[in-house]
């Protein structure tokens, strides 16, 4: 019988795009994963069935303070918005990063991503990788899969797919409410990704005064839905944009309402290949998680 040793891993976890405790999108982070592998994170992060949870490492590419790798309860992901947020933060508390670090990029998947420190507001910036347009889908399956009538959306913009490193098929719908009586459960997601062998994120919204008010749903990836999702932030920022929905280059979006986790998104359009996103990230606690290995 082969033996067993075990090891210790500490974690923090955070609440993401918020100033308050238990609201926002929760984020568990290893500040030092050295020492696990591809299976043992996806493992951990299907104990721990958060949206997301970071295993840092030290980074491979100049430049960058950390190696920084993310998985959803099913699979690992090339990037995303705040859990890259929520480790920032966790470096810098940790002292991983100098507190006096203004700017610095982490190292994921997708490539460096920079973030950017605002102590005056408290708020971390990242800036979105570049987005990819994609194809437009058909409004009236949109809205029969999200249990929505085809005139619930707003006809003027057909739903499209847009990617910043995960790729989201972005919903316009007339109103907040509209937003609110919306689902999309698994079979209907894989109704509308039809013959298209890559899984994607379903993120639906109506414009607001203050900027946006959304929701996303992610069946495929094991989230039924995200209380924030800043990948899928900028893609918004892109979108409405272009179509006139957003009058200032500074808005927020609200996200999470629904689920009873608020959270929000500040968004800067600088140009239209230049988007950040940005909110808080409230502390919640600490532990350890014991790893058994098979010598």
């Given amino acids: 019988m082969p033996s067993k040793s075990q090891q210790d891993y500490r974690y923090l976890l955070v609440d993401v795009f918020t100033q308050e405790q238990f609201q926002g999108n929760q984020l568990a982070v290893f500040p030092d994963a050295r020492g696990l592998d591809d299976a043992s994170m996806q493992r951990i992060a299907r104990e721990f069935n958060l949206p997301e949870v970071t295993f840092v490492f030290p980074a491979s590419l100049p430049g960058c303070v950390a190696d920084v790798r993310i998985f959803t309860p099913l699979k690992e992901m090339l990037f995303a918005g705040h859990p890259t947020i929520g480790t920032a933060y966790v470096l810098r508390s940790e002292g991983l990063v100098a507190r006096s670090a203004e700017e610095f990029r982490l190292q994921v998947k997708v490539g460096p991503v920079p973030v950017r420190v605002d102590d005056s507001g408290g708020i971390l910036w990242l800036k979105t990788p570049p987005i990819q347009w994609g194809k437009t889908y058909d409004a009236a399956l949109c809205a029969h899969v999200l249990g929505l009538n085809p005139g619930d959306l707003d006809a003027r913009y057909a739903p499209q797919r847009l990617s910043a490193g995960n790729p989201t098929l972005l919903v316009p719908l007339r109103t907040a409410e509209l937003v609110d009586r919306a689902w999309l459960g698994l079979d209907g997601m894989q109704r509308l990704r039809g013959d298209d062998s890559e899984p994607f994120c379903v993120f639906i919204?109506?414009?607001?005064?203050?900027?946006?008010?959304?929701?996303?749903?992610?069946?495929?990836?094991?989230?039924?839905?995200d209380p924030a999702s800043g990948s899928a932030t900028g893609p918004l920022g892109a979108f409405m944009k272009k179509h006139g929905l957003v009058s200032s280059a500074r808005f927020v979006s609200e996200q999470g309402a629904k689920m009873g986790r608020r959270s929000l998104l500040h968004v800067h359009i600088h140009g239209p290949d230049d988007i950040d996103v940005g909110g808080h990230v409230t502390s919640v606690g600490e532990g350890t998680i014991r790893v058994l290995n098979s010598n």
């Fill in 205 to 225: 919204f109506a414009p607001t005064k203050a900027g946006a008010y959304s929701r996303m749903f992610a069946p495929e990836y094991g989230i039924a839905e």
